[in-house]
């Protein structure tokens, strides 16, 4: 933010800092720290992933109204910020843009409309090339409703989002696609979905789930 005092003006600035929720050997760290960067002040924009150790994000920065926009980079085991790529307007210029791991690699999902069955897939190569891979799927051209990617599994399957009824939990389906053999594998959700007795009134999709074997303070 910028501030005038008198007939000066304080050039703009901000700061990044980090809270490690768990430490080592159980420890629970209190405190913020500062993030070393050496950027100009950014907005982040759009969803981010975390691949090996490194959080990528995109955001915007730039002297003109922060009309730049670059793929951020964070180690979080070294904890330092700074840009990555800048993006071309091919990227980022759409109304719907996420990031997935895609075989271990940073990649732009581009849909055109939320209804839509193409989507892009951005995948970097280094940090000024990239490749494109597209995606279409026919078989869900009749259907009428959201369909989002949510990720991707570890041989490589995407994997889709679809509800096809205004009932957020009547008919929704979670569909892997393989787009190197052309094969989509269908697997619609239980209906009626309930925690205890309550109704549940919003479902977050993982595609990272690993079973782990971990202790939990009780309250």
């Given at each position: ?27 629970v760290a209190q405190t913020w720290r500062m993030v070393k ?182 309250f």
């Open positions: 933010m910028s501030d005038k005092v008198g007939d000066y003006s304080k050039v703009p600035s901000s700061e990044h800092k980090v809270f490690t929720l768990m430490g080592r050997e159980g420890r960067c050496n950027t100009s002040p950014h907005c982040p924009k759009a969803n981010g992933v975390c691949i090996n150790g490194v959080l990528y994000y995109v955001a915007s920065t730039g002297k003109k109204r922060m009309s730049e926009w670059f793929l951020m980079r964070f180690d979080v085991r070294t904890e330092k910020l700074g840009l990555l790529s800048r993006l071309s307007w091919r990227l980022y210029d759409l109304d719907r843009l996420s990031l997935i791991n895609y075989q271990g690699k940073v990649t732009f999902v581009v849909q055109t409309c939320p209804s839509s069955t193409i989507f892009d897939l951005w995948v970097m190569k280094d940090t000024v090339e990239w490749s494109r891979i597209c995606v279409h799927i026919p078989w869900m051209s009749g259907w009428k409703s959201t369909i989002d990617i949510i990720g991707t599994t570890h041989t490589g399957q995407i994997v889709f989002f679809y509800n096809h009824s205004d009932d957020m939990y009547a008919r929704c389906f979670i569909l892997y696609y393989d787009h190197k053999t052309n094969r989509l594998i269908n697997r619609r959700l239980s209906y009626g979905i309930e925690v205890g007795f309550q109704p549940v009134s919003a479902m977050l999709l993982s595609c990272d789930y690993v079973e782990n074997v971990m202790s939990f303070f009780s």
